[in-house]
Every structure is written in structure tokens, then in C-alpha cells.
């Protein structure tokens, strides 16, 4: 078998983890030095690290599954093949902490087909951790090893966005939740402005995520959020019901109370407005 063959007999799940390490080695590389901006929209920008990260996971994609389609934050989509399978790639998330040399990032490569999300990997540049899952389980990766993932609210550490867009903030917005009271009093609030967050949430490093918006095919979140449906979290949209319906936005959470804690902060909010 030549090489052609053997990228083309890599699984999905080896295959997700050496896209997002290639990623994550560029980002590596380039920390800390001069970056070119590319403005987008709001104030947002991508610097060479994103564009460079996208094309080498890109390069990895392609070797293996050439006729895939693929959905990335910088380049969009590209790919034509006849196929319900979509690879979601979000290079560098973290961008704004990375353009100040704040090692907060993460790079996201997930696999839609069909309707579910069938592997992922969210990897963090500066601790060479990749946190994985193939569907049935989550694990982290370690100089080679893998350990599973196992979710836990004892730190009360709850992560949440605070970046735009905010489709539901007449009746919810994360800004207003840190502020009340209730959530003073249950838990610790942090906003590390990536979606590695939502990774530690999985791995027992954070107690919950909470973020607004319409998260459907975002190449930012369909990681992180496999990995914590695999690892066995509480995941569904900020009102309760399950992801991508509804109201949207996302609240995964370690386990059923802090779930229940949140969702019940969040009501509040609805009914102050009614």
C-alpha cells in the first residue's frame, strides 16, 4: 500500500487529532511574535497564526479525505464531494487573547455527519494536551497517553461568554447572571474567552459553561460540545431544551444540580422581564 493508501485508511478518530495537533503547532510557533492582523467584522480580526493553522489542518483533511467537505472560520467552505459529512475547523480560538500573548486558546476540529457530531478534538497549543472523543467516550492526550475524562462541579468554577452576538439578551445575557446574587452565592465566575472552557468542563475543570447565541455548525463550539455529550455532562440550550432548538445558546454543565442551578438563574432573568 502506498502512502496515498495509508492516509486514506487513517479512522476518523486518529485522523481529527492529527489535524488539530498540526494546527496547534503553528499556533505554537508563532506565539509571540509579529503577527499580520486581517480585520473582519465588529472590531475582530484574524492574525497569520489563524490563517497558517487553518491551511495546515486543511493539509491533513485533505490527505486522508479529499473528497470531504470543510467548513473553517477563515476560509469558509471549500470542498465539493457529495457527501453528508462536514469537517468544522476553527484554528485558533482565542484570537484576541493570543494577539496579546495570553496563552488562553484552543484549535477545534470536529466532524459533522449528518446530524451528529461523530469525532472531535479541541487541543491546547502550550500544554500539548488534546482532549478528544470518538462518540462513546472523552479522553485527554498526553505525550502519547490517554486518560479518560470525567466531569465534576467541585471546583464551582463556571466559565461564561461574554463576546457577541447575543440574540437572547432581552430575556438572558451572562453579563447580568454574574452579577446576581444567586449565582454569587453557588458559584466562581471565569471568562477565559475561548472554547477551551468548554472543553475543561469535560474534563472536570470547570463546573459549567454558559454562552448565548446560535450555535448550530459553529465551527467554534461542535467540539467542545461532543466532548462533554461524550464524557457524559448535562448539555443543553440556555432554556432547558435540547441543543440547537429552541432559544439556543448552550449550558453544559458537570453534573444535574449544577444544571438545574443555572437554568434556574437563568429563568430569573426571564421573568424580571415579563
Same mark, same amino acid.
Given at each position: 500500500?502506498?502512502?496515498?493508501?495509508?492516509?486514506?485508511?487513517?479512522?476518523?478518530?486518529?485522523?481529527?487529532?492529527?489535524?488539530?495537533?498540526?494546527?496547534?503547532?503553528?499556533?505554537?510557533?508563532?506565539?509571540?511574535?509579529?503577527?499580520?492582523?486581517?480585520?473582519?467584522?465588529?472590531?475582530?480580526?484574524?492574525?497569520?497564526?489563524?490563517?497558517?493553522?487553518?491551511?495546515?489542518?486543511?493539509?491533513?483533511?485533505?490527505?486522508?479525505?479529499?473528497?470531504?467537505?470543510?467548513?473553517?472560520?477563515?476560509?469558509?467552505?471549500?470542498?465539493?464531494?457529495?457527501?453528508?459529512?462536514?469537517?468544522?475547523?476553527?484554528?485558533?480560538?482565542?484570537?484576541?487573547?493570543?494577539?496579546?500573548?495570553?496563552?488562553?486558546?484552543?484549535?477545534?476540529?470536529?466532524?459533522?455527519?449528518?446530524?451528529?457530531?461523530?469525532?472531535?478534538?479541541?487541543?491546547?497549543?502550550?500544554?500539548?494536551?488534546?482532549?478528544?472523543?470518538?462518540? !462513546? /467516550? @472523552?479522553?485527554? +492526550?498526553?505525550?502519547? #497517553?490517554?486518560?479518560? &475524562?470525567?466531569?465534576?462541579?467541585? %471546583?464551582?468554577?463556571?466559565?461564561?461568554?461574554?463576546?457577541?452576538?447575543?440574540?437572547?439578551?432581552?430575556?438572558?445575557?451572562?453579563?447580568?447572571?454574574?452579577?446576581?446574587?444567586?449565582?454569587?452565592?453557588?458559584?466562581?465566575?471565569?471568562?477565559?474567552?475561548?472554547?477551551?472552557?468548554?472543553?475543561?468542563?469535560?474534563?472536570?475543570?470547570?463546573?459549567?459553561?454558559?454562552?448565548?447565541?446560535?450555535?448550530?455548525?459553529?465551527?467554534?463550539?461542535?467540539?467542545?460540545?461532543?466532548?462533554?455529550?461524550?464524557?457524559?455532562?448535562?448539555?443543553?440550550?440556555?432554556?432547558?431544551?435540547?441543543?440547537?432548538?429552541?432559544?439556543?445558546?448552550?449550558? !453544559? /454543565? @458537570?453534573?444535574? +444540580?449544577?444544571?438545574? #442551578?443555572?437554568?434556574? &438563574?437563568?429563568?430569573?432573568?426571564? %421573568?424580571?422581564?415579563?
Amino acid at each position: 500500500m502506498g502512502i496515498y493508501g495509508l492516509r486514506m485508511s487513517i479512522s476518523d478518530q486518529d485522523l481529527v487529532i492529527e489535524a488539530a495537533e498540526a494546527g496547534a503547532a503553528v499556533v505554537r510557533s508563532h506565539y509571540g511574535s509579529a503577527l499580520t492582523h486581517f480585520p473582519k467584522d465588529a472590531g475582530d480580526f484574524a492574525t497569520t497564526a489563524d490563517v497558517e493553522a487553518e491551511q495546515a489542518i486543511v493539509d491533513v483533511l485533505r490527505g486522508a479525505r479529499p473528497e470531504d467537505p470543510v467548513l473553517g472560520e477563515e476560509g469558509g467552505r471549500t470542498g465539493r464531494g457529495a457527501t453528508d459529512r462536514l469537517w468544522l475547523v476553527d484554528p485558533l480560538c482565542g484570537t484576541l487573547n493570543y494577539a496579546v500573548r495570553n496563552m488562553l486558546a484552543s484549535v477545534n476540529v470536529a466532524l459533522r455527519t449528518g446530524a451528529r457530531t461523530t469525532v472531535a478534538a479541541s487541543a491546547d497549543p502550550f500544554t500539548n494536551e488534546v482532549f478528544w472523543t470518538g462518540g !462513546a /467516550a @472523552a479522553y485527554v +492526550r498526553r505525550g502519547g #497517553a490517554d486518560e479518560r &475524562l470525567t466531569p465534576s462541579a467541585g %471546583s464551582k468554577l463556571v466559565d461564561v461568554n461574554l463576546d457577541p452576538p447575543f440574540p437572547n439578551h432581552a430575556v438572558f445575557s451572562a453579563a447580568r447572571m454574574l452579577a446576581d446574587e444567586g449565582f454569587i452565592g453557588q458559584f466562581r465566575p471565569r471568562v477565559v474567552s475561548t472554547t477551551l472552557a468548554v472543553a475543561w468542563v469535560a474534563a472536570g475543570r470547570r463546573a459549567a459553561y454558559v454562552t448565548d447565541g446560535h450555535l448550530r455548525d459553529s465551527v467554534h463550539f461542535a467540539a467542545g460540545i461532543a466532548l462533554c455529550q461524550a464524557a457524559g455532562c448535562v448539555v443543553t440550550g440556555i432554556d432547558g431544551g435540547p441543543i440547537h432548538a429552541g432559544a439556543g445558546g448552550l449550558v !453544559a /454543565a @458537570a453534573d444535574e +444540580r449544577t444544571h438545574a #442551578a443555572l437554568l434556574t &438563574l437563568i429563568a430569573g432573568q426571564r %421573568s424580571r422581564q415579563d
